[in-house]
């Protein structure tokens, strides 16, 4: 009985000392991850604190840039407002210009060409062509902020198959320190009428209508005289003159001389409506046609650039003047991408014909026209409206090779030709009719502002028929595709 206290006592030993020998390790254990956390921690530290010392020299390098670009900005801003012409500074909206940044002077380069394909029933009467309808290059030049040049020249002014030769188109001098009545000196075109007043390059239709592309005998083209004109309030535009009344290119051969003026006014300036245009005008001129001894002649040409129709011829003798005075009524309604558009055009021509004293003659030309377009993309028209005429259509998303297609525009006209007042002048011309209408509908692919491609197609109907190289008809049709490039 007496070994088991031994024994137990010897269990108790070895228990109590392996307990022991357990907690020492386990001890020993702790105080080794403590140690190894610990220098992580410091290592994270160190880390953190290396990390900080890198943001503050990228800070301070970020902002040592920051001052270099704001100094380089002002030191360019100031060098462009007192350079002395270098360096020049360019840019291209819708045209191409240079300058220096005071103010003092400014170069804008513009051109445009406009690449025609023709075809024409009956074909007797006029070729199919490949014709270059306008090629133009020219400048405007402004200068001591009041001031502007604009010089322009023709490279494409035929049409019927002889060698073009080069025409001034625009020579003037404009002063424009009071945008409600500007001064313009040179050669110019005088606004009559909407269509005219507009760029040929942002017409509704390749050309235009019966009642304005009669040239400068009936309607207005470029002529030589003074205008004055501006916008004296945001919703009136006008503009007067005096000219020679001797069309494109010419100087006068007699005292009397042309005067005229347009008045117009956008309603729509009355709201707040930024989609509407309210457009209404009138356009008067008095003056006479007897610029040349050899040209005294009124001729109208189909709306397709196409045959001849209309011609009377020598309306004047030498001893007397042919008055002309004109009228014009003209409207356009825009809400959105649709627009409406018409004009009204009564010329009267008063005089004698014939030798001797002649004949003394009181006649009338009634001319109209009315026209519906719509942008299929969405475009807004007022957004090319300013200063009593339609401009450039900017597209929502430009023709690229990504998602865009530009904007897409259909058109449709009626214009109206009426000059039978003449009719006994011309009873004895089988060339010549009195009165036409003619019917024009077009589709326009505008890429960009400055491209498009126009495919029109024009029927004009007479009210007789017409003999010309052996061939009779009635009526004209024409199909007529641009491909145009302006800035």
Do not use: C
Not at 87 to 95: E, L, R, V
Not at 178 to 197: C, H, M, T, V, Y
Not at 393 to 400: A, E, L, M, S, Y
Request: hydrophobic residues 35%; glycine residues 10%.
């Amino acid at each position: 009985m007496k070994k088991y206290p031994q024994f137990a006592t010897s269990v108790i030993a070895l228990a109590v000392s392996a307990t022991f020998s357990l907690n020492s390790h386990a001890q020993d254990d702790a105080e080794t991850r403590i140690r190894e956390l610990e220098n992580k921690v410091q290592l994270l530290i160190q880390q953190r604190a290396d990390q900080d010392k890198q943001i503050d020299l990228l800070t301070k390098e970020l902002v040592g840039i920051g001052n270099q670009v704001s100094q380089s900005k002002i030191a360019k801003s100031e060098e462009k407002g007192g350079s002395k012409g270098s360096p020049i500074y360019g840019a291209f909206k819708d045209g191409l210009t240079f300058e220096d940044g005071t103010g003092n002077w400014k170069l804008q380069l513009n051109g445009r060409v406009q690449a025609d394909y023709r075809h024409f029933s009956p074909d007797d009467w006029k070729s199919d062509t490949f014709s270059i309808r306008r090629a133009r290059l020219g400048g405007t030049f402004s200068f001591l902020k009041d001031f502007a040049v604009r010089v322009e020249g023709e490279y494409a002014n035929t049409n019927d198959g002889s060698k073009g030769t080069t025409a001034l188109t625009y020579g003037y001098l404009d002063f424009t320190r009071w945008s409600g009545a500007k001064i313009r000196a040179g050669q110019f075109k005088p606004f009559f009428g909407l269509e005219r007043a507009q760029s040929t390059n942002f017409t509704d239709f390749s050309e235009l209508s019966l009642a304005t592309n009669n040239g400068s005998v009936f309607n207005s083209t470029y002529d030589r005289g003074l205008m004055v004109f501006g916008d004296p309030l945001p919703w009136l535009n006008y503009n007067t003159y005096i000219v020679n009344g001797t069309g494109q290119n010419n100087d006068d051969v007699k005292d009397s001389k042309d005067i005229g003026a347009r008045v117009n006014v956008n309603l729509a300036k009355l709201t707040d409506d930024k989609k509407l245009v309210l457009h209404a005008g009138t356009s008067v001129s008095r003056g006479s046609i007897d610029f040349s001894s050899a040209t005294k002649s009124i001729k109208q040409a189909t709306e397709g650039n196409g045959v001849e129709f209309f011609n009377v011829s020598r309306l004047i003798n030498a001893t007397s003047t042919t008055d002309r005075s004109r009228f014009g009524l003209e409207g356009a309604v825009a809400y959105g991408p649709v627009k409406l558009q018409s004009e009204y055009i009564k010329a009267n021509f008063e005089g004698r014909q014939g030798a001797g004293l002649g004949t003394a003659f009181d006649h009338d030309i009634k001319v109209w026209y009315a026209d519906m377009n719509w942008l299929l993309t969405g475009e807004f028209y007022a957004d090319a409206y300013k200063s009593g005429g339609f401009g450039r259509i900017h597209p929502k998303n430009n023709f690229d090779d990504k998602a865009g297609w530009g904007a897409f525009e259909l058109g449709l006209r009626y214009s109206k030709f009426d000059a039978s007042d003449f009719d006994a002048i011309l009873a004895s011309h089988t060339a010549n009719v009195s009165e036409a209408d003619a019917w024009t509908a077009g589709a326009k692919w505008i890429f960009n502002p400055n491209a498009r491609l126009a495919l029109n197609y024009v029927q004009t109907n007479f009210n007789d028929d017409i003999v010309m190289n052996g061939k009779r008809d009635d009526k004209e049709q024409a199909v007529t595709l641009r491909a145009q490039y302006d800035f």
